[in-house]
């Protein structure tokens, strides 16, 4: 099983003592490439200096996540302009819109998203996409930019069937995280997830957030980590019905196509 892990905050504070150690047992796992989420001002630089550090292995997305919009000034623009030049940036996000925390303003919100897109209009790069309790919005950014903007992921897909159908009918993919694995609140993605093509599905573990409550033993620190990936694609392949050496492949084949990562040498 070769896998890529599509959504790793792999620059977040919590690997700061063992991120070698944590890249090794995911690599021991099977998950031999990963793209590291920017999602802040101060994350995406972080996420590239990562992708930079280990080519061919690590990939970067450089965004601000609707959480941050607040901080999306004229100044983090041409920030995130200057990290987009560099090759190792391969989508252009997280952004989006979150109304479910609503850490920034509404407004802000919108802003923030609508000016990374315009970056994604410009670049040509797909999008790394975040919506949550804001579908509607969520739609109506997006169709601002119908034509223009290359393909896009809503990354964690958590939404409900008329929501990842409006996604699959414009041609966007969904990443699926160890949601599916929480018996509280993933359950309908159990069913869901039979309708999702493969060739527009792709996974991650949203490291170090949401860690697979179906993981034994469950580790104590809570921490989730890139080695769980296969564990999300064992439960996703069976939710689908079919073999996971068959659900590895095909989302590994879609996200190299997807994120265009160089061919492996
Ligand atoms: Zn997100």
Known sequence: ME????????????F???RDAVMERARDAGVGRMVVTGASREGSPKA??????????LFATAGVHPHHASEYTDECHAELLELHAHPEV??????GLDYFRDFSPRPA??????RQLEIAAGNGKPLFLHQRDAHDDFMGVMCEFEGRIGPAVVHCFTGTREELFAYLDRDWHVGITGWLCDERRGLHLRELVRHVPANRL???TDSPYLLP???RPQPSHRRNEPMYL??????LARDRGEDPARTAAATTATAEAFFRLPARG
């Not at 590239?48 to 292995?57: F, N, T, W």
């Not at 391969?90 to 952004?95: I, L, P, Q, R, S």
């Open 230 to 235: 296969p564990h999300i694609v064992e439960e």
């Open 109 to 114: 919100q919108r802003k923030a998203f609508e």
């Open 48 to 57: 590239l200096a990562l992708a930079r550090a280990h080519p061919g292995v």
């Open 90 to 95: 391969v989508a252009v996000g997280e952004c």
């Open 16 to 18: 700061d003592h063992d």
């Open 213 to 215: 409550r179906t993981v």
């Open 3 to 14: 896998l890529i892990d599509i959504g790793v905050n792999l620059a977040h504070d919590s």
């Open 202 to 204: 792709m996974v991650e």
